[in-house]
């Protein structure tokens, strides 16, 4: 009898193991838990790479606008010399891109990765250039026709700072390819100027207008010269299908950011630099400025035009890829909230981000 009371006892406890084994394998990761049932109060850690030029989600999480949706950024580090933010977003290293062109996310899923663009981020404009295009001061060189042959540095090979360089030159009849390319950070990029080791520097603020400030170097062109479109420079950012679906109420947290984000950076430009310039270890005096697109939702005549530019190079054939497939208007932002029209920054400590790594 005792015996058999014994193995009732054992079974039972077998089982009460096994029922908590089971529960701890099959809970949800803090993350979704915290997006689907709203049963946690911690907030959503988006993981991101650390910025080296003048973006807005900088701004967004020094303000506290992800915050206030439950948002917290997580810099994860400078990207790497040839990698692209898409490649980090595939190995899992990142949850969001935040560097992108239209054409990029084209590229991307063509190449099976299955990014979506969800909000605008900046524009060009005739007065805050996209990208400048700028030589030695003492340089012969007077327009960007003279870049057959030359090297011309550029933070990456993508749509605009390549890109835009190939479609200029076969606009005007030249070889799309005739100028040397040399990937070059562009805060190292003045420097190389400087001693000579390249001819033409394609450079996006804020370090754009720092050597022509300084006067060792002069501006022969932009990217507004080239196109004469706000569309034309429009930058997306954007998650992975599978991030979209999974978590729809941090998507929709992270537009409601970026939207306040974009309005707040070109109404405050000079703090905004300030921000910047405590993020980055840089003078805020030296710093060239982006204009942020402040339509709630991406426009699709801007998507169509980067096609045309993308389609001109040959990034991929007409056909391959259709406008639509990269970008949703799913997520409207939440009107600005009256006080951000007073909303100022405080100085240096005052924000919240994590130091660059």
Do not use: G
């Given at each position: 009898m005792k015996r058999h009371i014994k193995r009732v006892i054992t079974v039972v406890l077998l089982m009460f193991v096994l029922?908590?084994?089971?529960?701890c394998g099959s809970a949800a990761p803090a993350n979704d838990t915290a997006d689907k049932t709203g049963a946690s109060d911690e907030p959503f850690t988006l993981r991101v790479y650390t910025p080296t030029n003048y973006v807005?989600?900088?701004i967004a999480d020094a303000l506290g606008f992800f915050a206030d949706e439950g948002i917290k950024l997580e810099y994860v580090g400078a990207l790497g010399k040839g990698v692209t933010e898409f490649q980090l977003l595939e190995q899992g290293e990142v949850d969001a891109f935040l560097g992108g062109h239209p054409p990029g996310v084209a590229q991307a899923r063509l190449a099976g990765i299955k990014a979506r663009s969800v909000?605008?981020?900046?524009?060009?404009?005739?007065?805050?250039?996209?990208?400048?295009?700028?030589?030695?001061?003492?340089?012969?060189?007077?327009?960007?026709?003279?870049a057959i042959g030359k090297k011309v540095s550029?933070?990456?090979?993508?749509?605009?700072?390549?890109g835009y360089i190939q479609y200029y030159l076969k606009s005007q009849g030249l070889d799309q390819n005739g100028a040397e390319l040399v990937v070059m950070a562009d805060i190292d990029a003045t420097q190389a100027l400087d001693q000579g080791l390249i001819d033409i520097v394609a450079s996006h603020p804020p370090y754009a207008g720092l050597a022509v400030q300084k006067g060792v170097a002069r501006k022969i062109s932009s990217s507004w010269d080239l196109f004469h479109s706000a569309g034309a420079g429009l930058a997306v950012r954007g998650f992975t299908d599978d991030f979209i679906a999974k978590h729809p109420d941090v998507v929709q947290g992270f537009v409601n950011a970026e939207y306040r984000a974009?309005?707040?950076v070109n109404a405050h430009p000079d703090e905004t630099k300030g921000i910047l310039g405590d993020f980055m270890g840089l003078d805020p005096q030296d710093l060239s400025i982006f204009v942020f697109d402040e339509r709630?939702?991406?426009?699709?005549?801007?998507?169509?035009?980067w096609?045309?530019?993308?389609e001109e190079i040959e990034l991929w054939q007409p056909g391959e890829i259709e406008p639509q497939d990269v970008y949703t208007n799913d997520f409207v932002p939440a009107d600005i909230p009256a006080s951000d029209a007073d909303l100022h920054w405080g100085g240096p400590g005052s924000v919240t981000y994590n130091k660059r790594k």
């Open positions: 029922v908590q084994l089971t529960a807005e989600f900088v909000c605008p981020a900046m524009i060009d404009d005739p007065d805050n250039n996209h990208i400048t295009y700028i030589v030695k001061a003492d340089s012969p060189i007077q327009t960007l026709d003279e550029i933070a990456s090979f993508s749509p605009c700072t390549s974009r309005v707040w709630k939702n991406i426009a699709a005549a801007d998507i169509d035009q096609f045309t530019i993308a």
